[in-house]
Structure formats: structure tokens, C-alpha cells
């Protein structure tokens, strides 16, 4: 291929690229509204736009009986622009990314050797994009981690989800350093050889980078750890009152024993209310939590000591007359 049919391939890229973006913004309203839903509003559509946007690959169809749908990308594209963790998926492909690079290093040497100039800055600059990708892909995924961790993955509510969530993100932690291991740079520094502008970009930048990811991956995961058991800790708690929460209620008649038996050995005054019932839950949670519930005249904290009563003073003896 020589440099004319790459100028009109490029210009090509540039006219079909300019106008792809085009739709993307010229129909953002329906694409946010398949962004949110299972399938794209189709009645917000002309056919010809429809056929556009198919042809773009920004939409697609699963099969002949299904609905038209957003393309996987763009909702990904969508997911990282909103930060949307809920949706946002953590990849970094370091295997794919390392096989593209080899490739196109000797791609970069094959057009020094011969002269192509215009080539060997086209390699050159492929190479620094592919570099940026790859960087960016971490700093995406770590970012993705960090937002979930400063939230206590506040997008589900259930404790039981955020342990879970907690553990799948532990795991996508565990495949991101899996593919740092991955780059070795004893073999990068074989494969660029003594070319000044590779080293450079290669080994020099490149190490720093990563290393700078995986200080970021470590202290993610030590965090992570520590939440991990603070849900165990409040899972554990849950289940335990649960359980004497289940008790009680099936046997009714020692729960207000058990309470008064209790607050007897701490040195409580309990006046409960005839009228007013606790439910088992709510006096478990009173009682382990130590504070004072709504029914209670007399309920101090059992961390607060008692107050010791003053002796009363002795009657001074009369003096003989």
C-alpha cells in the first residue's frame, strides 16, 4: 500500500468517522432513553435513522425476534462517561493489547529499514495510542473501584449485595494484577532494541505508568479488605438478632423474663407501660445496643455508672448534762 492509497484511507476514516459521531449526537435523547430501558423507542425514530443507526453498528438487533437494542460499545461508551457503576464494566485485555504491540513494533522497524518515513510516524503514533489505552484502561477500572469503595457501594441497598459486589470487585482486582504480571519488560527491551523513541516510550513511561497503576491496584485492595470485614462484622450482628429476634418470638413468655432477669443483673429500674408492647426485635437491639427504648420510665445506658447514694451522717451523740 503505498502513500496516496493511506492519505484516501485515512480521509475516508475521517468522513465516516465525523459522521457516525454526528448521530450519536443528533439522536442522544433516544439513545439515553435505550440506555435506561431494555429496548430503543422505536416510535422516536424515523425508518431512515433507524437504518443509520443500524448501519453505524450504534444499535443492533439480537435476532429477527427480538427488539432493536444499543450496541454492547455504546453502552459501555455511555456507562464510563456517567460513571454509571451499575453498569460499568472493569477490562483491561493486557494479553490482546501485548500481541498488537509486538506486531506493530516490527512494523516500526520494518519501515525504518526502508525508508518510509511517513509509515514509521504512522507506527509510531498507532504505538502511543495503544500505550494510552492501556494505561487508560487501568486508570479507568481503578477509578471504577474507588468510586464504588468511597460510596460503601451505595447503588444496592441490601447488606448481603454489597458483600457480594465487595467480593466481585476483589476478584476483578485479582485479574487486573494478573494482567500486569503479564508485560514483561526484560522481553520489551529485547523487542525495541536501541531505537531511542521506543525505549521511551516503551520502557521508561510505560514502567513508571504501570507501576504507578499497581501501587493504585494495592491500596484499592487493601481498602476493599477492610470493608469486606466491617460487612462481616454487621452480617453477623444482623444474623444474631435475628435469631434471638426468632426465638423469642416463639417462646413469648420468656422474653419479658429474660429482659427483666437481665436488667436486674445490670442494676436497670425497668417500669414497662401495660399498654405499650416491644416487639423481640426491637428489645434485642435495646438491649445489646444498650439505650434506652420508648416505653421505659427508668432505662439508663449500661455504660453509665451508677450513681453511688451518700451515706447519711450519724447523729452526733448528745453530751451528758
Known amino acids: 500500500m503505498n502513500s496516496n492509497s493511506e492519505h484516501a484511507l485515512e480521509s475516508r476514516l475521517l468522513k465516516t468517522g465525523s459522521e457516525r459521531l454526528a448521530l450519536l449526537g443528533k439522536h442522544a ?8 430501558r431494555d ?64 506486531a506493530l513494533v516490527h512494523s516500526y522497524r520494518e519501515a525504518r529499514s526502508r525508508g518510509e518515513h511517513w509509515r514509521l510516524e504512522q507506527q509510531l503514533m498507532r504505538l502511543r495510542q495503544e500505550v ?3 494505561n487508560g484502561r487501568f486508570a479507568d477500572a481503578i477509578d471504577s473501584l474507588w468510586q464504588r469503595l468511597n460510596s460503601d457501594f451505595g447503588f444496592v441497598s441490601q447488606l ?23 508485560i514483561d519488560f526484560d522481553e520489551l527491551i529485547e523487542l525495541v532494541g536501541s531505537d ?13 505508568q504501570l507501576s504507578h497503576h499497581y501501587t493504585g491496584l494495592r491500596e484499592v485492595q487493601r481498602r476493599l479488605i477492610e470493608l469486606m470485614a466491617r460487612f462481616r462484622k454487621q452480617q453477623a450482628r444482623s444474623r444474631l438478632i435475628s435469631g ?53 420510665t427508668s432505662y439508663p445506658n449500661r455504660a453509665t455508672p451508677r450513681k453511688r447514694l451518700k451515706p447519711r451522717p450519724r447523729p452526733k451523740p448528745r453530751k451528758a448534762a
Not at 466481585?168 to 482486582?173: C, D, L, P, S, Y
Not at 531511542?196 to 520502557?203: A, C, D, H, P, Q
Request: proline residues 4%; positive net charge; contains cysteine.
Open 160 to 182: 448481603n449485595d454489597k458483600i457480594r459486589e465487595n467480593d466481585r470487585a476483589q476478584k476483578q482486582i485479582a485479574r487486573l494484577l494478573d494482567g500486569l504480571a503479564l
Open 132 to 134: 494510552d489505552d492501556l
Open 244 to 296: 434471638m429476634a426468632a426465638f423469642m418470638r416463639e417462646t413469648p413468655a420468656l422474653c419479658q423474663a429474660t429482659m427483666q432477669g437481665a436488667a436486674r443483673y445490670q442494676g436497670w429500674s425497668i417500669r414497662l407501660h401495660r399498654s405499650a408492647r416491644l416487639p423481640p426485635r426491637r428489645w434485642i437491639a435495646t438491649w445489646i445496643a444498650g439505650c434506652s427504648p420508648s416505653c421505659c
Open 196 to 208: 531511542g523513541s521506543l525505549r521511551k516510550l516503551l520502557i521508561s513511561q510505560l514502567q513508571q
Open 39 to 102: 429496548e430503543v423507542p422505536l416510535e422516536s425514530l424515523s425508518d431512515s435513522a433507524l437504518r443509520k443507526l443500524l448501519a453505524a453498528r450504534i444499535l443492533w438487533r439480537p435476532d429477527e425476534q427480538s427488539g432493536v437494542k444499543l450496541a454492547p460499545k455504546v453502552r459501555e461508551l455511555i456507562a464510563e462517561m456517567l460513571a454509571d457503576e451499575t453498569r460499568r464494566h472493569v477490562n483491561a485485555d493486557v494479553a490482546e493489547t501485548l500481541e498488537l504491540i509486538r
Open 29 to 36: 435523547d433516544v439513545l439515553m432513553q435505550a440506555y435506561t
